[in-house]
Structure formats: C-alpha cells, structure tokens
C-alpha cells in the first residue's frame, strides 16, 4: 500500500514551464498597457491639433463675415471696380416659351 502522507514532488522541467509561461504572460501585459498608454498619447494629440484647427476655422469664418459685409464691398466695388448703382429700376422681362424654343 502507498502511504498517502507522502508528497508529490514537482519536477524541475514542470516548474521552468511554468515560470516560463508566467514570464510570457507578464510580459504579453506589460506590452499592453505600454501601447494603450502609447495610443492615449496620440489621441490626446490629434484632439489637441483638432481643437486648433477648429479655433482656427471659426477665426476664417469671422473674417469672411467680416469682409462679405456690404460696408466693406461697397468701397471696393466703386472704387477699384467702378460699378455703380443703377438709378433705373430694372425692367420685368416675360418671355414666352415658343421664344425659348426658338
């Protein structure tokens, strides 16, 4: 009969494996939480060059409403283009469609 007092004992090959294993696995987290802290980095940095250039777009936007004003086109149109206001009221045009046929 055995004795069931006595122990098992480990064999040094099961114990390297194991160890072994235990390393990779640590070593798999380890690799991990370096690439998520990598890939906050990043987003953190396109949410910065985001946010310029939507400070950036807002500040055109003000400018081409500030310059699309009819005050400000006013003296550039008389001036450099030398339109003028038409003193006649425009004339209403009705045009048949055999006209356009035509």
Do not use: W
């Amino acid at each position: 009969m055995k004795n069931p007092a006595r122990k098992k004992r480990i064999s040094l090959f099961n114990l390297m494996v194991v160890l072994f294993i235990m390393a990779a696995i640590i070593v798999f987290f380890v690799n991990n939480i370096i690439l998520v802290n990598q890939l906050v980095m990043s987003n953190s940095d396109m949410q910065n060059e985001i946010s310029k250039y939507v400070v950036q777009n807002r500040a055109l936007q003000a400018e081409i409403e500030r310059l699309s004003n009819f005050d400000n086109i006013k003296p550039v149109a008389i001036d450099k283009l030398k339109l003028e206001f038409s003193h006649n009221r425009p004339k209403k045009i009705t045009v048949q469609k055999s006209d356009l046929e035509n």
